[in-house]
């Protein structure tokens, strides 16, 4: 009986979609993605927790421009 229970478990939490997932841990940004930073000083990675990490710094004389939704220094 407690492996059905266990089974019953597993299979609702893989029927919830993964966007609900991070959802519900707080993500701030979708896995994958690319932002300039607020200050434009480089740009943002998000990784696969929905975490926005460092992703660089733009070069002197360059701020971060996102160019067809992804972030280029120029």
Not at 38 to 49: A, E, P, R, T
């Amino acid at each position: 009986m407690k492996f059905f229970a266990v089974l019953a478990l597993a299979a609702t939490a893989l029927a919830i979609p993964a966007s609900d997932n991070l959802a519900a841990r707080g993500a701030q940004c979708t896995p994958a993605t690319y932002a300039c930073k607020s200050d434009n000083s480089g740009w943002l990675v998000c990784n696969v927790d929905g975490t926005w990490l460092d992703g660089g710094v733009c070069p002197k004389k360059t701020t971060c421009k996102p160019i067809n939704s992804l972030p280029y220094c120029v």
